[in-house]
């Protein structure tokens, strides 16, 4: 299995709050991404890093921001939670070594805002 | 932009049954496909790619999907279903230089049963 872990694991918080989650990786990709999965739409990608300090958004990036300050850590904020961002997030890591490589997840964070 | 279809979203079948999950994509260039699976409470894992070739791609734990580019297709089967085949499936597309980003389907759950 890919060298990812996320934490925390599950967080319950209240509207309005700052949360920030963690995606570690141990495995040097140079590619990470932040997913939220919600029932009926599969994953969407929130943002994604393609090198530290160089991110970019994804399809559902609003009231989201990242940082990648090192290769192996990607953080993914939410800067004054909203209860429509209730989720569950997925990290992802890919290689860069053509078109061809798969994205590898970790094990998710389940956020409840309350 | 590139968008995909999963035709069901949930199929229930009996152990031992043969299963087939439809997928259908939308692109304008050429595309990358993926078939991910995710058990209860775990990230997802990746059960079989398309990149180029033969249209028969073989993965892991027996399933295998067929590629149809008249049809725009990317169709999951199996011809023998466990019990721990109980997962939801996910299919998923990329498109060539893209910072090997994915876009998902809604997922289909296939519940097996005894």
């Known amino acids: 299995d890919a060298g990812i872990t996320q934490s925390p694991r599950h967080k319950v918080t209240e509207t309005g709050t700052p949360v920030t989650l963690r995606c570690h990786q141990t495995?040097?990709?140079?590619?990470m991404y932040w997913y939220r999965q919600d029932p009926g739409h599969g994953l969407r990608l929130i943002h994604y890093?393609?090198?530290?300090?160089?991110?970019d958004k994804g399809e559902v990036s609003d009231g989201y921001s990242v940082s990648r300050s090192k290769t192996e850590d990607f953080l993914l904020t939410l800067e004054s939670a909203t209860s429509s961002q209730t989720s569950v997030y997925f990290c992802?890591?890919?290689?860069?070594?053509?078109?061809?490589?798969?994205?590898?997840f970790g094990d998710g964070t389940r956020l409840s805002i309350l | 932009a590139q968008s995909v279809t999963q035709l069901d979203s949930q199929v229930p079948v009996f152990e031992e049954a043969p299963v087939e999950l439809r997928c259908n994509y939308s692109?304008?260039?050429?595309?990358?496909l993926f078939w991910y699976v995710q058990y209860p409470n775990q990230g997802l894992q990746l059960l079989l790619k398309y990149l180029s070739g033969s249209t028969l791609v073989k993965g892991i734990n027996g399933f295998e999907a067929e590629f149809n580019k008249s049809q725009t297709s990317f169709h999951l089967r199996k011809p023998s279903v466990h019990i721990s085949d109980t997962a939801e499936y996910f299919c998923a597309v990329s498109v060539p230089r893209n910072d090997y980003k994915l876009s998902f389907g809604a997922g289909t759950t296939v519940t097996v049963r005894a």
């Open positions: 495995e040097n990709h140079r590619y």
């Open positions: 692109s304008s260039v050429s595309v990358y």
């Open positions: 890093s393609y090198g530290v300090k160089d991110t």
């Open positions: 992802a890591i890919s290689e860069d070594l053509g078109d061809n490589q798969p994205q590898h």
